[in-house]
C-alpha cells in the first residue's frame, strides 16, 4: 500500500472547507485503497496502539460505530466518552476537558449541539479533533458522499447533484463545500426559510470559481431533478428542531423525494439519504430500497473515508 501523505498530520476537520481540493482528493483515494484491502494488507496496523476518543452529546448510530470500527480495523481502539458519564456533564470546562483527553488520545472526535462547542474542544486539544456532526456541519458525512458518488458513476467531474429539502442542515451545508472544492455540480432546491445558511453559500463562490463548480438554488424541485445524476436528501427534522417537526413536515412535503421526481432525472441516477430516514416523509419506501438506491453504500463508506481520514490525521 502506498504510505499516507502526511499534509493532514495533526490537523482538526471543523468543515469541509477546512480542506483544499487536493486533500480530499488524497483522501478518497486513501479510502479506495483502504476498502479494496479492507480486511487485510498493511493498514491492519497502522494505527497500533492509537487511541480515538470519542465523545458524543448526542445520539448516532453510523458516526460512532464506524470511527470504532474504523479505529479497531487499523490497529488502534476507540474509548466511548458518553457526554453523560464525564465531569463535562457536572460542569467542568470544555478547555479542561480538552486539555486532559489529549494527554490520554491520538485524536479525538466530537458529536455536539453547538458548532461552537466542537470549535472550543479543538482550539484547547493539543491532540486533532473531527467534528463528527454539528447543526451546522458533518464534514465526515460529506467525504463519503463523495466516495459514493464516484463509486456509483465513476467519476466526479460533470456530475451534477440535486438535493431537495432542509437546505439549511448540516449535511447539505458539507455537501455544499464538498462539490464547491471538488468541481461537482449542485443544485438546492428547498421551501423559502430553508435554504443554505448564506455564510455557507458565499464562502463556497471561491472554491466554486476555482473548480468550476456551478452551486445553484433551484426553484422547485422538478427543475432540481431534472437531468440530475443524483438525487439526494437529509432528514426533515434534525437533531434539536423537533419542537419543529409538524411545521417542517407541512413545509417540506413537497420537497419529499418520489419516483416521479426519479424519471426526471437521467437514467443511471442513484439516490442518496444521510441516514436516518424518515420513509413516508424525505423519501418513499421505494427508493430508499430500491435497485437505484446508494444510500446502503454510502453509510458502509462511512467507514471507508473515516479509515482514510485517521490514517492521514493520526498515523
Ligand atoms: N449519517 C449519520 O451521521 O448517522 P448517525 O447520526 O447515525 O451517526
Ligand atoms: N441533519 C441531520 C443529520 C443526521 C445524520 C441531523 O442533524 O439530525
Not at 466518552?81 to 490520554?104: F, K, W
Request: net charge negative; hydrophobic share 45%; proline share 5%.
Amino acid at each position: 500500500m502506498v504510505p499516507a501523505p502526511t499534509s493532514l498530520r495533526g490537523r482538526d476537520l471543523m468543515r469541509i472547507a477546512d480542506l483544499t481540493a487536493a486533500e480530499i482528493e488524497t483522501v478518497l483515494a486513501h479510502a479506495e485503497r483502504l476498502k479494496a484491502h479492507r480486511h487485510g494488507g498493511p493498514s491492519r496496523t497502522l494505527l497500533d496502539g492509537r487511541v480515538l476518543g470519542m465523545l458524543f452529546e448526542q445520539p448516532s448510530t453510523r458516526t460512532r460505530a464506524s470511527f470504532e470500527v474504523a479505529m479497531t480495523q487499523l490497529g488502534g481502539t476507540a474509548l466511548n466518552l458518553a457526554a453523560g458519564d464525564l465531569q463535562l456533564s457536572r460542569g467542568e470546562p470544555i478547555r479542561d476537558t480538552a486539555i486532559v483527553l489529549s494527554r490520554y488520545v491520538d485524536a479525538i472526535v466530537m458529536r455536539t449541539a453547538s458548532h461552537e462547542r466542537v470549535e472550543e474542544l479543538a482550539a484547547s486539544a493539543d491532540a486533532p479533533v473531527i467534528n463528527g456532526l454539528t447543526p451546522l456541519h458533518h464534514p465526515c458525512q460529506a467525504l463519503a458522499d463523495l466516495l459514493t458518488v464516484k463509486e456509483h458513476l465513476g467519476r466526479l467531474d460533470g456530475v451534477r447533484i440535486a438535493f431537495l429539502g432542509d437546505g439549511n442542515s448540516n449535511v447539505c451545508h458539507s455537501l455544499l463545500e464538498a462539490c464547491a472544492l471538488v468541481g461537482v455540480d449542485l443544485v438546492v432546491a428547498s421551501p423559502p426559510g430553508y435554504e443554505p445558511a448564506l455564510d455557507v453559500h458565499r464562502r463556497a463562490s471561491q472554491p466554486a470559481a476555482a473548480s468550476g463548480a456551478r452551486i445553484e438554488i433551484a426553484s422547485g424541485p422538478r427543475e432540481a431533478a431534472a437531468d440530475a445524476d443524483v438525487l439526494y436528501t437529509d432528514v426533515w427534522t434534525s437533531m434539536g428542531s423537533e419542537h419543529e417537526r409538524g411545521q417542517r413536515a407541512a413545509d417540506l412535503a413537497p420537497y419529499g423525494l418520489d419516483e416521479r421526481l426519479l424519471r426526471l432525472a437521467s437514467d443511471r441516477a442513484v439516490v442518496m439519504h444521510c441516514l436516518p430516514a424518515h420513509v413516508g416523509e424525505e423519501i418513499t419506501e421505494g427508493l430508499l430500497y430500491g435497485d437505484r438506491s446508494a444510500v446502503w453504500d454510502q453509510a458502509e463508506n462511512r467507514l471507508h473515508a473515516q479509515k482514510a481520514l485517521l490514517a492521514l490525521v493520526v498515523a
